[in-house]
């Protein structure tokens, strides 16, 4: 039973932040590396960053150091700091547990709308 419930998202103005969270229950969160991905309208789902049980990040070219990945394994809790949005972050943001067992769930999503 692998639960994961995003939330954070929400209107935001061109080069303002915000910060999402996923909780995630049903698995052994500290040995797992946890990912985010995003999906805009009428595109897919692209991967935006992962993070090792180590603590190592990795993050997709295109955000030019932006975006923050993070975890806090005390609340089973991984974190995406958002900076410097543009109009084209806008997306529906879910986490992800990139393993063969888990990586086929995902949570409902939290909308990030990125407008002037």
């Known amino acids: 039973q692998v639960q994961l419930v995003e939330s954070g998202g929400g209107l935001v103005q061109p080069g303002g932040s915000l910060r999402l969270s996923c909780a995630a229950s049903g698995i052994i969160f500290s040995i797992n590396t946890m990912a985010w991905y995003r999906q805009a309208p009428g595109k897919q789902r692209e991967l935006v960053a992962t993070?090792?049980?180590?603590?190592?990040?990795n993050y997709a070219d295109s955000l030019k150091g932006r975006f923050t990945i993070s975890r806090d394994n005390a609340k089973n809790t991984v974190y995406l700091q958002m900076n410097s949005l543009k109009p084209e972050d806008t997306a529906v943001y879910y986490c992800?547990?990139?393993?063969?067992?888990?990586?086929?769930?995902w949570g409902q999503g939290t909308q990030v709308t990125v407008s002037s």
């Open positions: 992800n547990v990139p393993t063969a067992g888990y990586r086929s769930y």
């Open positions: 993070i090792t049980s180590g603590g190592s990040t």
